[in-house]
């Protein structure tokens, strides 16, 4: 896998899968990148350039732990576009990676050419997100088996008096099948002090975020799932109001991970924005 050098000397790694146009790819997280894919076979229509972040997968261990931190992670991308000698570039970020996205946006609003935001998460802009939006919007698959047990879960994790995440994982996908089990279990964290540091004090400005987006003049997608607990369709309707030109898609019967749930509608779906 290629590497390049972040300002602070972190040896970073990435993947470049398919061809044509390039189109940079911020995992969420953090996490190790394998879990992307090649998003559906998004990487047919467009060349993948997928990031592995500091700490992350291939990419090396930094010194500073505080360069974990959301809003540090905005120079890495920087110093990627600048390794791969890209004037302008889209942008694509999914979940927490969407806040680096974002907040790259910002602070480079002339190096965006297209921003795709995944299964968007809305800390970067300050929107809200409540137990009670996720109850409401977990309601809508009360006729699946898993419901009664993993319900039971998210009400206790959203009145604080419980944690147990995995019990609520059925609700990240579309459909819990073995391959949205198998995913599940690839996507998740192994680096936990990055995860940790991710949002640590300092990470997020909202509203210097929300001024510097209102003069963005890039195309934007805000895409998430119908189910999606993470990035409810209420909330990233919200998000999209904070940029010029944003378009929001909520695909139907997706969760979290849209491109395993119906991969052709995403495909199809981002393609065409990236192209348009």
């Not at 996720?134 to 319900?151: D, V």
């Not at 996908?173 to 192994?190: E, L």
């Not at 944003?246 to 997706?254: C, D, I, K, N």
Request: hydrophobic share 40%; glycine share 10%; aromatic share 8%.
């Amino acid at each position: 896998m290629p590497t390049f050098s972040a300002t602070d000397g972190t040896q970073l790694s990435y993947r470049v899968i398919g061809d044509g146009d390039p189109v940079v790819c911020i995992p969420g997280g953090p996490a190790d990148s394998v879990y992307l894919g090649d998003l559906g076979g998004l990487s047919a229509c467009h060349q993948l350039i997928v990031l592995d972040l500091r700490g992350t997968g291939r990419s090396g261990l930094p010194e500073d732990t505080s360069s974990y931190r959301c809003d540090r992670l905005v120079d890495d991308v920087e110093a990627l576009r600048e390794h791969l000698g890209l004037p302008r570039m889209g942008l694509l970020g999914h979940s927490a990676g969407t806040n680096i996205a974002t907040q790259y946006a910002a602070q480079y609003p002339g190096k965006v050419s297209k921003l795709a935001l995944i299964g968007p998460s809305t800390r970067a802009v300050g929107v809200a997100i409540t137990g009670e939006m996720r109850r409401e919007l977990a309601q809508l698959r009360k006729n699946e088996p898993w419901f009664p047990a993993a319900f039971a879960a998210l009400q206790a994790i959203a009145e604080g008096t419980g944690s147990d995440w995995e019990a609520v994982a059925p609700f990240f996908w579309g459909r819990w099948d073995a391959t949205a089990q198998k995913h599940h279990t690839a996507s998740q964290p192994s680096n936990q002090e990055a995860v940790a540091l991710f949002a640590a004090e300092g990470a997020f400005n909202p509203e210097s975020t929300r001024a510097a987006l209102a003069a963005c003049e890039a195309p934007v997608l805000l895409l998430t799932g119908e189910f999606d607990l993470n990035s409810p369709p209420v909330s990233a309707a919200e998000f999209a109001k904070v940029f010029p030109d944003a378009a929001l898609v909520v695909q139907p019967g997706a969760g979290h991970y849209p491109w395993l749930d119906d991969a052709g509608w995403f495909v199809a779906t981002t393609a065409a924005f990236l192209r348009g």
